[in-house]
Nanobody
Framework: QVQLVESGGGLVQAGGSLRLACAAS????????MGWFRQAPGKEREFVAA????????GYTDSVKGRFTISKDNAKNTMFLQMNDLKPEDTAVYYC????????????????????WGQGTQVTVSS
């Protein structure tokens, strides 16, 4: 199993950008489909974006489409989330998640689908 560590969070003004990274340990990262989730205070953890093992397929929640881009670099054991045009409602703790799979084109959007989680990184967007 991989261990996941997020980085790149911080405080940014509305309209700004951040790039989150999720570094994975171990040699099996290429076998993982990956996702980003976020949790705001008092709210449930929600899906943000996901990417298939092969990186050929991606999915996004409607509120971030056109603003966020997920990518995966298997050679560097790292997944990224480029976040542009950030809004105050994007403020949350962002978590990366992974699931080992034999299906190269599958990605998952449910919290319950993932087996590995990072510790989270705070993103705060000021208005």
């Amino acid at each position: 199993q991989v261990q996941l560590v997020e980085s790149g969070g911080g405080l940014v003004q509305a309209g700004g950008s951040l790039r989150l990274a999720c570094a994975a340990s171990g040699r099996t990262f290429p076998m993982y489909t990956m996702g980003w989730f976020r949790q705001a205070p008092g709210k449930e953890r929600e899906f943000v974006a996901a990417i298939s093992r092969s990186s050929e397929r991606t999915g996004y929640t409607d509120s971030v489409k056109g603003r966020f881009t997920i990518s995966k670099d298997n050679a560097k054991n790292t997944m990224f989330l480029q976040m542009n045009d950030l809004k105050p409602e994007d403020t949350a703790v962002y978590y990366c998640a992974g699931l080992f799979t034999f299906h190269p084109e599958t990605y998952k959007t449910s919290v319950n689908d993932y087996s590995q989680w990072g510790q989270g990184t705070q993103v705060t967007v000021s208005s």
